[in-house]
């Protein structure tokens, strides 16, 4: 728990009668990070690489069908609400495959080929008719613009004695294109327009004898002449019109009976689709490890990392499931050994925090024992309200409950909230405060827990955040200190964190003299001023000149824990000040009443969101900047286990 979690190197090897089960058991576990056999190098001599699965692409290619027909199937049904999609608890059931190796999965699959088929066919129709009906669209634009000129569509066509051209100019005023076209065109053809209105174009109707054909072209393109392609032939523009209605109408009956049949498959297919897709999933990537297995003779060898306290685990998994026809064994790590954390149940949801300033170096500190602490307390310090930390706390249930119900970081996210909703609350009990002063301006009752009130002692808060930071400060130079004595690095420790010990309080000493808050003989002001000069002298001799910005470092670290006050104060002015105003707006009169309920109701729900994320980020940067400064070295490569990643289906296991 307060270092990273031991590692070993795992050698496993499993006969070919049982390879497929016992992947498939570690897979599932997700305990090993696996490493390519062959980058061992005692290994090589004595094992051929394995090779790529030849069952991957059709995995993959039947996966993405699957995955496709998920997607369009997916596409019809509604939308669920995010407030539940986030906060409702999701079914508990899973579907399951009595799958074990890529043979079985691929022919568990083709028990939904002719639904994906079915699905993926009404989907072509579909586009098929988006298309056609995109295409009727502009035909009849085309026919509606030629109705003012009088001409049917078929004469837009080329013969021996005449060439009639159609289209539109979009840009241009109309005049200026009536001058142009009365200017350039030939004698030996004439054009007819219709101006637009407003953002319409301008229609053009041309026509010309052969001969003048080429330069009418010229003339038109000149003005970005986009030329008609009617598909009616035959008949005036009216009667296209009519036939593009009767077809436009079949389209769309056949369209919604498409949309019909693909929701009445959604409430049936979807979900065993999706469960599907996602054991292909599982199975693909399972296949792809193949390439870092190895071989010799009917003995397939897997080797990896893995946390020492999974071993137990890792030793039975191999048994169980190859019935005794495997070996696992260990040997100690060397190299670039991956970094996995060792926490207890309630303290794991921390460690995203930690991992994302950086993952410590195999075998170092890890701080995430000493985070989770002090994140709680300084946040629950900074929100210092009950009201708050009781809808923090609620709303991070909520969300425990729903979208973080699967293993990740909302859910770690979720459970880092409860408790830090949880520490508001008490916090707010202890500061007289219940969305700001809303008891006492409302019932004339204060809470009967309260302690201390920021906004009328806000010294006493400011003397338990300093004290808080320098308690806080002095644990990373601890810490700094006993990695140091560890590594036998004696003289660092004495001039990095023994320098900082010894001037602490000889500097306190001389503060509260100077001051006049403290008296002392002139004994201990004597070794005060040595204390400081020889701390002084010490940490110039380890920094050179700059170790004068490390010690105002040092106290503007300090000082910025003056934040806890900061925003203790402005959760609670600010929860007055909404209080304030919902009580002079109910005050105008019986119908503003509800008004001011409403806004106090907004107000403090923003509030809420401000003060809590304010409240987050800066206990967080406590830890990142001031805490971990002192001590901690990231650099550390995470532990990547050869896990299967699961949300719709578990694993059922099977025979082949």
Not at 291 to 311: C, H, N, S, Y
Request: proline share 5%; hydrophobic share 50%; with cysteine.
């Amino acid at each position: 728990m307060f270092r990273t979690a031991w590692m070993v190197r795992v050698t496993a090897g499993v006969h070919a009668e049982r390879r497929e089960e016992m992947i498939a058991a570690l897979h599932e576990a997700g305990v090993i990070e696996l490493q390519a056999v062959t980058d061992i190098d005692e290994l090589q001599v004595l094992i051929t690489s394995g090779r790529r699965s030849a069952s991957v692409p059709e995995i993959a290619e039947v996966r993405s069908h699957i995955e496709r027909a998920v997607e369009i199937l997916a596409s019809v049904v509604p939308e669920p609400n995010p407030i539940v999609a986030m906060f409702g608890r999701p079914p508990k059931e899973k579907a399951s495959f009595s799958v074990v190796d890529a043979t079985s999965v691929l022919a568990e699959a083709k028990r939904f080929t002719e639904s994906v088929t079915e699905i993926l066919s009404l989907h072509t129709r579909e586009i098929a008719i988006i298309e056609r009906m995109a295409r009727l669209d502009e035909e009849e634009l085309m026919l509606r613009l030629l109705l003012p000129f009088g001409i049917e569509p078929g004469w837009l066509k080329t013969s021996s004695l005449l060439e009639v051209r159609a289209g539109i100019i979009p840009d241009g005023e109309c005049a200026d294109i009536e001058a142009h076209l009365r200017e350039k065109v030939p004698d030996l053809a004439m054009a007819k327009m219709v101006c637009g209105v407003g953002d319409h174009p301008t229609t053009v109707v041309a026509i010309a004898h052969p001969d003048a054909a080429q330069e009418l072209d010229v003339v038109l393109r000149s003005l970005a002449f986009h030329e008609f392609n009617p598909e009616t032939a035959e008949g005036s523009a009216k009667e296209g019109l009519a036939a593009v209605t009767r077809e436009r109408d079949r389209l769309v009956e056949e369209r919604t009976e498409i949309h019909t049949s693909l929701v009445a498959m959604a409430q049936t297919r979807l979900e065993p689709l999706r469960a599907m897709a996602e054991e292909l999933a599982v199975m693909r990537d399972r296949e792809d490890a193949a390439p870092l297995f190895g071989k010799t003779g009917t003995v397939t060898v897997i080797q990896g990392w893995a946390r020492e306290k999974d071993m137990p685990k890792v030793h039975e998994l191999c048994d169980a499931s190859s019935g005794g026809l495997s070996f696992s064994t260990t040997t100690p790590v060397s190299g670039n050994v991956p970094v996995a954390f060792d926490h207890p149940r309630w303290l794991a949801p921390y460690g995203f925090l930690t991992a994302m300033f950086g993952m410590p170096e195999y075998g170092k500190i890890d701080p995430t024992v000493f985070l989770a602490p002090v994140l709680v307390i300084t946040f629950g310090l900074m929100l210092g309200d009950a009201g708050y930390g009781i809808l923090l706390a609620l709303i991070a249930a909520l969300l425990l409950r729903g979208a973080g119900h699967t293993p990740g970081t909302v859910r770690d996210l979720a459970s880092v909230l409860v408790a830090c909703g949880i520490a508001g609350t008490i916090f707010g009990l202890l500061m007289g405060s219940f969305f700001g002063d809303l008891l006492p301006r409302i019932f004339g009752e204060t809470l009967p827990f309260t302690l201390i009130e920021p906004l009328k002692d806000p010294l006493t808060i400011l003397i338990i955040a300093l004290s808080i930071g320098i308690a806080h400060l002095n644990l990373g130079l601890s810490l700094a200190a006993y990695e140091h004595l560890r590594e036998g690095k004696r003289r660092e420790m004495l001039l990095e964190e023994g320098t900082w010990f010894c001037l602490q309080p000889c500097a306190a000493v001389l503060i509260l003299s100077f001051f006049g808050w403290g008296a002392f003989s002139s004994t201990v002001m004597m070794a005060a001023w040595a204390g400081a000069a020889v701390s002084i002298a010490g940490i110039m001799l380890d920094k050179g000149p700059l170790g004068f910005f490390s010690i105002t470092g040092y106290l503007g670290d300090w000082l910025s824990y003056a934040r806890i006050l900061a925003l203790a104060l402005a959760t609670g002015g600010i929860a007055m000040m909404i209080n304030i105003l919902s009580g002079m707006i109910a005050g105008i009169g019986p119908v503003f009443v509800i008004v001011g309920i409403l806004f106090a109701v907004a107000g403090h729900a923003a509030n809420l969101v401000l003060q809590s994320l304010g409240g987050f980020i800066h206990a967080l940067r406590l830890q990142y900047v001031e805490f971990f400064g002192r001590f901690f070295h990231a650099g550390g490569r995470a532990f990547s286990p050869f896990a299967a990643r699961r949300t719709v289906t578990e694993w059922k296991g099977g025979n082949r």
